[in-house]
């Protein structure tokens, strides 16, 4: 009688092993969520910084020579903003960005990274 009810727990046993699985090592990938305007996508843009700081200092000539009534300032990710500024210079690597701006306490100099810019406005 043991010998039977042995056999039949370990067939059992053996069953509840064979159905469960090796968690995935690749697990699925979620799909973008839907809203009423369209998909949410992400894209993604490869730009090299030297390319990027140019378009800034470009971009900044062209701003200051509008001549708005508005002065022409740089935002960095931290929150800070670059007022003032009489010039800037893109370093030789491009990677670095040296501005000269007038401030409370006469004339400055600070170096910025190009990645560390968030917008430029007037």
């Known amino acids: 009688m043991w ?11 053996s069953g509840l092993a064979a159905q469960t699985t090796p968690p ?9 969520q839907h809203t009423p305007a369209g998909p949410t996508t992400l894209t993604y843009m490869m730009i090299a910084p030297a390319s990027r700081a140019l378009d800034f200092q470009q971009a ?3 701003m200051r020579a509008e ?16 007022s ?3 010039d800037m210079h893109v370093m030789q690597n491009s990677t670095l960005i040296l501005f000269r701006f007038n401030s409370n306490q006469g004339i400055r100099y600070q170096v910025v990274k190009v990645e560390d810019i968030r ?4």
């Open 3 to 13: 010998k039977y009810t042995f056999y039949f727990l370990a067939i059992a046993a």
């Open 60 to 62: 900044f000539e062209q």
């Open 67 to 82: 001549k708005s009534t508005g002065k022409v300032y740089f935002e960095l990710a931290d929150g800070t903003i670059i």
């Open 24 to 32: 995935d090592a690749n697990p699925p990938v979620p799909l973008p």
């Open 119 to 122: 917008d430029l406005r007037y």
């Open 84 to 86: 003032n500024i009489i």
